[in-house]
């Protein structure tokens, strides 16, 4: 089994939709996690850290489900700039210090 | 500005060839990260270090070698033994230890390294 996974996609969405998807890890001492967007053939940027029990930052929600193991992202009122590659990080304190381990990436269409 | 630097953005090489990739960053990190992304898929991580002369292996470490002489550099040298090298290279920088509150432990990336072995 892959530390983490997720749905490889694509989602394709309507213009102004809501999407999510979910990130599961199998890791149960991982410490924090996050969400980055790759847009293609770039680098990934940070989208959203999700520490405790989630946040939200204008149009994109994140939550955390410890006892399940899995992270979600939700994106309200879907722009055709969300089109992306999103991909779920998972940070695991070891003794060799911090491993931040990838998903393979969730990618989201929007469509007029 | 602080930021994460690697070099070159395109490389071409021989097969059988060692290169050796740059990565350089100014934001005071401990801690670095190589990856390794092909077409369609994730990052899979390489190597890591935490601190000046020492590292780890990552889940592809094999074919890869890595040094960590100072704390802003960290390169890697793709070997003659990696059987597929070619692929997107990606470098990046955290601060290292547990996250807690105020204290972001995400990535930054450098705009990585394209690798074409031919």
């Known amino acids: 089994r892959k530390e983490v996974e997720q749905d490889p996609g694509p989602f394709n969405v309507p213009e102004g939709a809501t999407v999510a998807f979910n990130c599961t890890y199998s890791?149960?001492?991982?410490?924090?996690f996050f969400w980055y967007r790759q847009d293609c053939r770039k680098e990934p940027k940070l989208l959203m850290s999700?520490?405790?029990s989630g946040n939200e930052d204008g149009r994109f929600t994140a939550q955390l489900n410890r006892a399940s193991q899995y992270i979600s992202l939700l994106i309200r009122d879907s722009k055709l700039s969300d089109s992306a590659t999103y991909l779920c990080?998972?940070?695991?304190?070891?003794?060799?210090?911090?491993?931040?381990?990838f998903g393979g990436g969730t990618r989201v269409l929007v469509k007029p | 500005d602080g930021g994460i630097t690697q070099s070159p953005k395109y490389l071409f090489r021989k097969e059988g060839q060692n290169v050796t990739l740059s990565c350089e960053q100014n934001?005071?990190?401990?801690?670095m990260y190589w990856y390794r992304q092909d077409p369609g898929q994730g990052l899979r991580l390489i190597y890591y270090?935490?601190?000046?002369?020492?590292?780890q292996k990552g889940d592809i470490a094999e074919g890869y070698s890595v040094s960590r002489e100072k704390k802003e550099s960290f390169p890697l040298t793709v070997t003659s033994a990696q059987k597929n090298p070619t692929a997107f290279y990606l470098c990046?920088?955290?601060?290292?230890?547990?996250?807690?509150?105020?204290?972001?432990?995400?990535?930054?990336f450098g705009q990585g390294t394209r690798l074409t072995v031919v």
């Open positions: 990046a920088s955290s601060i290292r230890g547990q996250a807690v509150v105020g204290r972001n432990t995400e990535a930054f």
């Open positions: 890791n149960s001492a991982s410490q924090s």
């Open positions: 999700v520490y405790s």
């Open positions: 990080v998972v940070n695991t304190i070891k003794a060799a210090g911090n491993k931040l381990t």
């Open positions: 934001l005071n990190h401990d801690a």
């Open positions: 270090s935490q601190i000046v002369n020492d590292f």
